[in-house]
Nanobody
Framework: QVQVAESGGGLVPSGGSLRLSCVAS????????MGWFRQGPGKEREIVAA????????YYTDSVKGRFTISRDNAKNTVYLQMNNLKPEDTAQYHC???????????????WGQGTQVSVSS
C-alpha cells in the first residue's frame, strides 16, 4: 500500500523559514523522482521543485529559485523542502508526489500526499 505523508507546514511571518518533510512507503523510493507542488487560494496547482532518484538533478520554478531547496534521504524514504525568505504569495497547500517516468517538471505525478498548509503573513 502506497503512502505519502507531508508534515512541517504552519503559519510564519514574511521572511521566515519552514522545512517541509515527506515520508513515503509502498514503492521503491530510490527509483522515483520526487516533487513538491502547491496550490494557493484561487490559483492552479503548480510544481515548486523536484529531484531525481539519487539527487543528481533538481528543478525549481522561477519564483522560488534562490529561496527554496529540495533534498532527499533515500535511506529514510524522505524528501525535504527547505523554504527560506518566505513571502505571502507562497501561501498554499503543499503536496509531495512521486513518479518514475522521465520529466522532473511534469504535472501528472503518480502518487500524491494529502498536503500540508503553509501560510505566510505580511
Amino acid at each position: 500500500q502506497v503512502q505519502v505523508a507531508e508534515s512541517g507546514g504552519g503559519l510564519v511571518p514574511s521572511g521566515g523559514s519552514l522545512r517541509l518533510s515527506c515520508v513515503a512507503s509502498g514503492f521503491p523510493f530510490g527509483l522515483y523522482n520526487m516533487g513538491w507542488f502547491r496550490q494557493g487560494p484561487g490559483k492552479e496547482r503548480e510544481i515548486v521543485a523536484a529531484i531525481s532518484p539519487v539527487g543528481t538533478q533538481t528543478y525549481y520554478t522561477d519564483s522560488v529559485k534562490g529561496r527554496f531547496t529540495i533534498s532527499r534521504d533515500n535511506a529514510k524514504n524522505t524528501v525535504y523542502l527547505q523554504m527560506n525568505n518566505l513571502k505571502p504569495e507562497d501561501t498554499a497547500q503543499y503536496h509531495c508526489a512521486a513518479d518514475r517516468r522521465e520529466g522532473l517538471n511534469r504535472m501528472d505525478y503518480t502518487y500524491w500526499g494529502q498536503g500540508t498548509q503553509v501560510s505566510v503573513s505580511s
